[in-house]
């Protein structure tokens, strides 16, 4: 079982910046790619940065040169910066693993983001 706890969500400025933070119950260095998704209302749950344990990084062209995912392993935290926020990021935001014996997807509560114009 995996425990995964968002924070840093809240309300900012469009061009302001947030930093939110998924901690993880168990040691994330097991943790092969962990990811954060968003979803916005009415639309589908979509992927928005990954990285890998080995750091490499993936993102949502919608997000590309704003955000940015990091990880410590140490800390069993993964971090996704936010910077230049616009209205179309409004969304709560959740982290992801995919991990386990069998494999399967483990999900926090998410937490909201929202940036007013």
């Known amino acids: 079982q995996v425990q995964l706890v968002e924070s840093g969500g809240g309300l900012v400025q469009a061009g302001g910046s947030l930093r939110l933070s998924c901690a993880a119950s168990i040691s994330i260095f097991s943790i092969s790619t962990m990811d954060w998704y968003r979803q916005a209302p009415g639309k589908q749950r979509e992927l928005v940065a990954a990285i890998t344990s080995g750091g490499s990084t993936n993102y949502a062209d919608s997000v590309k040169g704003r955000f940015a995912i990091s990880r410590d392993n140490f800390k069993n935290t993964v971090y996704l910066q936010m910077n230049s926020l616009k209205p179309e990021d409004i969304a709560v935001y959740y982290c992801?693993?995919?991990?386990?014996?069998?494999?399967?997807?483990?999900w926090g509560q998410g937490t909201q983001v929202t940036v007013s114009s």
């Open positions: 992801h693993a995919y991990y386990g014996l069998p494999f399967r997807d483990y």
